[in-house]
């Protein structure tokens, strides 16, 4: 069965600064992997995925995550943080009759 | 489009009451998910459907949860009788299969169920 970890539950950083949150997978097959975004009171929205080619895949909103098959990982990166990116990002991975197992979820803050 | 709509958006009940949740997919969607999601647990898939057949309802918790989708444009989650422990925001979800696990799912905004 598949799993998810996201080691970070909580980060906060500055407005302008960059960010990287990080997910680790475990999946026996090729994985299908998402980032998704969920901001207060609201439902997930989809950031980006990745099932093969360019291991660097861009997002909606500036983000991009690059898959590490030798490190089992997917890490959500972007430039530039700004307020409006406060909100908890999940990562998931997914088989390819679509169910999807979800990480524990990382929340962001970002200071002034 | 729309999106996926449920409702209601906040549910407050006693326990032991039923409680039913509703859902209505993007229309053309042939996949519907539910998840629950609490600050324990994080987002547990409870049970999915493809073209309104249950397909995989393992993670619904126990017998006091059913699921059904009468129509591709409308689904229900029962809970009877409601726990305390049940308190969580259910989300629906739908997407429509175009041949890879890579089809995005699209999430409803929740129900946010309050069992006293």
């Known amino acids: 069965a598949q799993s998810v970890t996201q080691p970070d539950i909580h980060i906060t950083v500055s407005e302008g600064a960059s960010l990287e949150l990080r997910c680790n997978y475990s999946?026996?097959?090729?994985?299908?992997l998402f980032w998704y975004v969920q901001s207060p009171g609201q439902g997930l929205q989809l950031l980006l995925k990745?099932?093969?080619?360019?291991?660097l895949v861009q997002g909606i909103k500036g983000f991009e995550a690059e898959f590490k098959r030798s490190q089992s990982s997917f890490n959500l990166r972007k430039p530039s943080v700004h307020w409006s990116d406060a909100a908890e990002y999940f990562c998931?991975?997914?088989?390819?009759?679509?169910?999807?197992?979800f990480g524990d979820g990382t929340t962001l803050t970002v200071k002034p | 489009d729309a999106g996926v709509i449920q409702s209601p958006r906040h549910e407050v009940t006693e326990m032991g009451q039923e409680v039913t949740l509703r859902c209505k997919p993007i229309?053309?969607?042939?996949?519907l998910f539910w998840y629950r999601q609490t600050m324990m647990r994080g987002l547990e898939l409870l049970i999915y459907?493809?073209?309104?057949?249950?397909?995989?309802d393992s993670g619904m918790p126990e017998d006091r949860f059913s699921a059904k989708m009468p129509n591709a444009s409308f689904s229900t989650l029962k809970i009877q009788p409601s726990e305390p422990r049940d308190s969580a925001v259910y989300f629906c979800?739908?997407?429509?299969?175009?041949?890879?696990?890579?089809?995005?799912?699209?999430f409803g905004p929740g129900t946010r169920l309050t069992v006293l």
């Open positions: 998931a991975v997914g088989t390819n009759a679509g169910k999807s197992t």
């Open positions: 999946y026996g097959a090729t994985p299908y």
């Open positions: 979800a739908s997407r429509l299969h175009s041949g890879g696990g890579t089809d995005t799912q699209y």
């Open positions: 990745y099932f093969s080619g360019d291991t």
């Open positions: 229309s053309g969607h042939d996949y």
């Open positions: 459907f493809n073209n309104n057949v249950p397909i995989d």
